[in-house]
């Protein structure tokens, strides 16, 4: 069980077995990176920096973001393998998909979280 101060909930990751991806995919959104997080995505894909944000980054505002991909009436996030039902960039994921479900919106918004992460123990 993961905890972190500030927070009302606790997560269980043994969840994310049976949960099918609900973190990467649901209702379109933005999938934060920096540039070095790119760097580490594009190392593990052995992918040169500029073929790989070409191919899956955009541009929003100062800021960059994955790209998703539509599926029926969801999206997911360019990297889920639907097939396996899982990340397949894990180990160089970005620091918002490895925060998850510790982000400062879900401090106030419980709810939210506990619909989107069946890991989640209140506390």
């Not at 077995?17 to 995919?25: F, K, L, S, Y």
């Not at 920096?49 to 599926?71: A, C, D, H, N, P």
């Not at 106030?108 to 979280?113: L, M, R, S």
Request: proline share 4%.
């Amino acid at each position: 069980m993961i905890k972190k101060d500030g927070f009302k909930y606790a997560f269980n990751p043994a969840a994310c077995a049976t949960c099918e991806g609900r973190c990467c995919t649901g209702e379109s959104g933005y999938i934060w990176i920096t540039p070095k997080e790119m760097q580490d995505v594009a190392d593990l894909l052995d992918m040169e920096f500029e073929e790989f944000t070409k191919r899956f980054v955009k541009k929003v505002g100062y800021k960059y973001s994955l790209i998703e991909k539509q599926r029926e009436n969801s999206y997911e996030c360019v990297f889920f393998d639907s097939q396996k039902k899982q990340c397949s960039i894990y180990e160089a994921r970005p620091k918002q998909c490895r925060t998850f479900p510790f982000w400062d919106s879900f401090k106030e918004d419980i709810d939210e979280v506990v619909k989107e992460c069946p890991g989640i123990v209140l506390l």
